[in-house]
């Protein structure tokens, strides 16, 4: 038999080394910490600062009226205001995204065994484009129960192109790696070239495509946040169970077969999860790049290989990374707001770019 | 250890798309048997092993003491048959314990922390295999050979009772080829463990299978004993070969010829 490792591995440093992981108690507590750490600065920093104490206690004695538990200490009227309505949806809206976008990145590499997988690979990113700009360019202004129709057209935008390259990559005699991926690229190329030609022949949206395309949270709401808790919370759980099974698949399919776990099988309800969460991160934020391809590669780093530990590090990292990335985007500028999207590349792309290095060089 | 089961293969027939690579094939390991199937590049041999298997689509049936085994769920298959492929892959990050546990995926259930029993076959397996030193070590740092242990490892941490192993030899020096062949026997002979193999070393599967069976063009044209299979007119006919076997003290053994001019 000969030995295929599926790469080198990172921190190389190893020649020896034993490796010591965290376990997932401790990873999941450590992440826990990050996050709320990462919101108390997203709620402080902004034009009116919201000192955390004060936030803490606003909430607290929020939470503890219907109870008659009074809380001192918290934020004015004003302030109170900025917090509920503005402020804390943004920031939550924010975990959620980054959390469904960097588990559903971590879930892909699994599957495909591939590390630089992210969540747009089978053309999620390219179908929701196109819903979206449909809307802008024929439909704008135009909402359903109270709900403007931009999420919803990225949503269904995002199912049907990764449901196109899934039909097309069985179709094909695929239910190996290369011929979804491949399947996944062609819908994804068709679907960027429809995505430009409606872009083109409404030249007069292209601010608005193009706001949309770089992806932003400005204005998010309760209501967002209802819209895709549902679907992040079905779709992140199902993640969470196939962790065990997404670990047996890194042997390959064959061997995870002679272990007991059905390959194709495990291989759709991922790519199902997976891509359900995209689609509603994308619903609400746009396209928010590099998110699902560069934490999961930071969480590996910290907590290992094993889905066990990685796509819980995944869903409270990813939140944590995207709650810094858009408090970056709301305060460089100020007030004016950098694209979300602009933010996770600008700290993305050199990443990627050094992995791509550091992978090289290891060759 | 539950010991070893009567593998059957019958009538077995698989195609790589419309291109037909194996016809009727018949084939019996007697329970704590070691068959090895030899046969040329492009016989058939790893499509053999990966249908008896059930990852290869086929007719005809595989038997476990009689039972088809292809009626069987995925998981309920998993705990009776184990598998070593020609090429592993060996996941980046992970550790050579972790990558042995998997073997235990069969036994435990989905959400289910691993049970005292599973740490115990796990430690047991790798104190046999002699890779207690390399437990934490990552199995990409690993060499050859330690790669090659940590599979079996994982193979016999299902607790198995047939072990189907493609090639294991394939990427070992004589040595190290010699101490895979080895370990596998011994275990066969204490656990009783079936084993069904491809070998493409025709003097080393002669040397530690008790049958060997020949494949050719996806059919078996000899099966038998190691001095009745390996023979110097099987070899010109089936391996376009020109070798003399001599009877070596375990079994044939093969010299290769040197053509003429």
């Given amino acids: 038999m000969t030995a295929t490792s599926s790469g080198t591995r990172d921190g190389q440093a190893a020649g020896a080394a034993s490796a010591r992981r965290p376990g997932a108690l401790l990873v999941v507590c450590a992440g826990a910490a990050a996050l709320l750490l990462a919101a108390l600065a997203g709620i402080w920093v902004g034009a009116l600062p919201l000192p955390p104490v004060a936030v803490v206690a606003t909430l607290l004695d929020r939470a503890l009226s219907p109870l008659g538990v009074d809380v001192p200490g918290g934020l004015t009227g004003t302030e109170a205001a900025v917090l509920l309505q503005l402020r804390l949806p943004r920031v939550v809206l924010a975990a959620l995204v980054g959390a469904a976008l960097a588990v559903a990145g971590g879930s892909y590499q699994g599957v495909f065994r591939n590390p630089l997988a992210d969540p747009y690979l089978l053309g999620a990113a390219a179908g929701a484009g196109l819903g979206a700009t449909l809307v802008i360019a024929y439909a704008p202004g135009v909402t359903v129960a109270g709900i403007g129709v931009i999420p919803l057209a990225a949503f269904a935008g995002a199912l049907t192109g990764v449901g196109a390259a899934l039909l097309l990559g069985t179709a094909a005699g695929g239910s190996n790696n290369a011929t979804l991926l491949l399947a996944g690229v062609a819908v994804a190329a068709f679907l960027a070239a429809a995505q430009t030609l409606v872009q083109q022949q409404n030249a007069e949206d292209l601010q608005q495509v193009y706001g949309w395309l770089l992806g932003q949270l400005g204005g998010a709401q309760w209501s967002d946040i209802l819209l895709v808790l549902p679907y992040l919370g079905l779709a992140s759980a199902v993640l969470l169970l196939c962790a065990r099974p997404l670990d047996v698949l890194a042997v390959g399919d064959d061997e995870a077969r002679s272990l007991g776990v059905h390959p194709t099988r495990v291989r759709l309800l991922v790519i199902v999860a997976a891509s359900l969460a995209t689609a509603s991160a994308v619903a609400v934020s746009g396209l928010v790049g590099f998110v699902g391809l560069v934490v999961p590669h930071m969480a590996r780093r910290l907590v290992g290989g094993s889905h066990v530990r990685l796509l819980p590090a995944c869903l409270l990292g990813g939140g944590a990374f995207l709650v810094l990335a858009d408090l970056v985007a709301r305060v460089v500028l100020s007030p004016a707001e950098l694209p979300l999207g602009v933010v996770t590349a600008f700290i993305g792309a050199p990443f990627f770019a050094g992995l791509l290095w550091a992978r090289g060089r290891r060759r | ?261």
């Fill in chain 2, 1 to 261: 250890m539950t010991g070893g089961a009567r593998l059957e293969v019958v009538g077995l027939g698989a195609a790589h798309g419309r291109t037909p690579v194996l016809h009727d094939v018949r084939l019996t390991v007697e329970p704590g048997g070691w068959l090895a199937v030899i046969g040329p590049n492009g016989s058939g041999k790893s499509t053999l092993l990966r249908s008896v298997l059930g990852a290869h689509p086929h007719d005809g049936q595989v038997r476990l003491d009689g039972t088809p085994l292809d009626a069987a769920g995925v998981r309920a298959r998993a705990r009776q048959v184990a598998y070593a492929p020609q090429q592993p892959v060996l996941p980046e990050g992970l550790t050579t314990r972790d990558y042995v546990a998997l073997g235990r995926t069969p036994h435990r259930a989905l959400l289910a922390a691993p049970r005292a029993l599973d740490h115990r076959v796990v430690a047991e397996v790798m104190g046999r295999l002699e890779l207690d030193g390399l437990a934490g070590r990552l199995l990409t740092t690993l060499s050859g050979g330690e790669q090659q242990r940590a599979v079996l490892a994982r193979a016999l941490a299902q607790q198995p009772r047939v072990l189907l192993l493609d090639e294991p030899t394939a990427a070992l020096d004589l040595g190290h080829a010699q101490q895979v062949l080895d370990l596998v026997d011994t275990l066969r002979r204490q656990d009783g463990i079936t084993v069904l193999s491809t070998l493409h070393d025709l003097t080393l599967a002669g040397q530690y299978a008790d049958r060997l069976a020949l494949l050719s063009a996806g059919r078996v044209v000899a099966e038998g004993l190691p001095a009745d299979v390996v023979t110097a007119a099987a070899l010109e006919a089936h391996y376009g070969a020109r070798a003399r076997v001599v009877a070596g003290p375990d079994g044939p053994a093969v010299l290769p010829l040197r053509g003429p001019g």
